[in-house]
């Protein structure tokens, strides 16, 4: 948290950075870290650092960039996995390599290196493989919430959920994002930029923390929440939130440290297509 912090304050050009870092360890001096997950601490920090250098979108330009970026591949990514033995596998594989897109200090991977990464993941298997339960249940859901994660990542997510819509057309598919700009996490402008409309409906969860901190979120995004036949949770702060929760939900991430990893009982970097049981 306190890296972010340096991060977005030189992003901001922010030189003086001593009252913020103040302000940052006075707030963590007061969390009840039993009772606050790290997505929530995450987004009351990354406000805090939004109102200090008086920029509500520190990422813009970054989550602008991602996306173009992966747009301009959709066409070629799409014919790979049409080609692909496993169509519908292997998008839940590229929506899942598409979770190495994080600019959180922690996660990070320097932006040369996320091609390689990306070309590199697409010759190796899921270390947790639920995808033909996956498969079944999107065959029987009426309404389907997708909760999304990164910039970039979005257009991955859109090529799964094009493949959701061939297997069930009859079913409502609800692409959330976040209320407000937290990091490089995908908001209604980077939804609507891509075109996930034409596929989804896309919703806010109302909310400024990553992830899905359910009772943080708006009573319409809740209400969506519960009515869903199945939710395809992306990436590692949707786990944190959402692990422990009684619902349908099947996780895709990467795992990118050693706390998630061990959770699910798998190495590092491993692609993970999981139903929490």
């Known amino acids: ?55 509500d979108d520190p990422y813009k330009e970054t989550r602008t960039h991602y996306n173009q970026m992966f747009l301009e591949q959709l066409p070629r990514l799409e014919q790979e996995i049409d080609r692909s033995e496993h169509p519908f596998l292997q998008s839940v594989k590229y929506a899942i390599i598409g979770n190495i897109i994080d600019f959180n200090p922690v996660h990070a991977l320097p932006a040369a290196d996320i091609e390689a990464c990306f070309e590199r993941l697409k010759c190796e298997e899921l270390e947790v493989d639920d995808t033909q339960l996956l498969g079944r249940e999107i065959c029987k859901a009426d309404t389907l919430l997708y909760l999304g994660d990164n910039c970039g990542e979005i257009c991955l997510d859109m090529i799964l959920i094009k493949k959701i819509q061939r297997i069930n057309p009859r079913c409502h598919i609800f692409f959330a994002v976040r209320g407000e700009a937290v990091v490089n996490d995908s908001v209604e402008a980077d939804a609507y930029a891509v075109g996930m409309d034409t596929y989804a409906t896309i919703v806010s969860n109302g909310d400024s923390s990553l992830g899905t901190v359910l009772h943080r979120t708006s009573r319409e995004f809740r209400e969506i929440y519960e009515k869903a036949d199945i939710i395809i949770a992306k990436g590692q702060a949707n786990y944190e939130c959402l692990s422990e929760e009684k619902k349908n939900i099947f996780f895709l991430l990467m795992t990118k440290c050693r706390v998630i990893a061990e959770d699910i009982g798998v190495p590092e970097m491993k692609m993970i297509c999981m139903k929490r049981i």
């Open 1 to 55: 948290m306190v890296s972010q912090a340096i991060k977005v304050a030189d992003m901001a050009g922010l030189e003086e950075k001593d009252e913020l870092l103040r302000k940052v360890f006075s707030y963590l001096s007061k969390v009840d870290f039993k009772r606050s997950s790290t997505p929530e601490l995450t987004g009351e920090i990354f406000s805090l650092l939004k109102k200090e250098t008086g920029n």
